[in-house]
């Protein structure tokens, strides 16, 4: 045997793998597969950027209402907080029994605070409040009630609660009426509920839209890369190597139609702001739009990106399942 050959009568020699390296060569074909397809995004970045766009502005219509409604609720919030009833006394009660009124209600449960308003005080209130202060001197009388002021505790200022706690303290002998301004809570209560389901359909629609898109725009590109796919499926490559590239443009798609939407919700709080608080000075208020916190950016950019990755799988287990080598 000549010695250019000496060694080499055994033939090739099988090396085998260990478990760390197979970990490292998957993690290593993940960020080439991963790259790979950012890099096809920025090679046709026309199409690429009005595809993320598109997605960008479908999610910024749900995540903007959604915060308008949770602003809202925000503002409801303190509304309820203040909500009062308002116990007028009989005319024959004394302030001793008043005073016992007071106490027995501190005990309550459902009640955060009383505070009792003898009459002569109501009427010096009437008076500086709506400036007919020399009309009431000509009055024999005073004709206003002692009044007991009741503000409910937490649990207890919703609609239903505040209505039973109501009927509850109407019944108490020293009191002739209450009374419960509830129905503009009650109708605060409907309209947000009807934004609430409406931000929900709207979303779940504009969802199904992006999950479309997604998959319109990849089954695009799969046709595009026909050849290509059926080459390597020729050469043996498996079904998982093969679909990566693609779902992974899906999930560029959704994570940068997800900050495009973030940036998009940025700019029409910045923009709706300045009108907001022109409004509530109406009011002698101050009030600024609490926009995404962290776990809401969060939320929503894992929404996109799902989405994404929902669009992408479904177009790619459908369209590379068709082409086959003949």
Known sequence: MSILFKGRSQGASERKINIAQRFVMFFVNHIRQALGSLGELWRQ???????IGVL??????????YILVKNTEKISAGWEQAAEISLFLKDQTSAAEAQQLLTRLQTWSEIERVVYVPADDAL????????????????????????????????????????MLLEK??????VDMGKLDIEWLERLYGFLQIATELVTIIGVLLFIAVILIVGNTIRLNILNKRDEILVMKLVGATDGFIHRPFLYTGFWYGLLGGVIAWMAVII???????SIQAFASLYDKSF???GLTG???????FLSVMLGLVGSLISVQRHVREIEPQ
């Open 124 to 163: 010096e209130e009437f008076k500086q409040l709506s400036g007919l202060g020399d009309a009431v001197k000509y009055l024999e009388a005073n004709p206003l009630p002692d009044v007991v002021l009741v503000t409910p505790g937490e649990k207890h200022t919703a609609p239903t609660a505040a209505q």
């Open 268 to 274: 029409i709080l910045w923009w709706m702001d300045s």
């Open 45 to 51: 970045p026309a199409a690429s950027l009005m595809t």
């Open 288 to 290: 600024h739009i609490t």
């Open 56 to 65: 960008g502005l479908s999610i910024t219509l749900p995540s903007t209402l």
């Open 295 to 301: 776990s809401a950016l969060l939320t929503m950019l």
């Open 169 to 174: 303290l109407q019944q108490q002998r020293e």
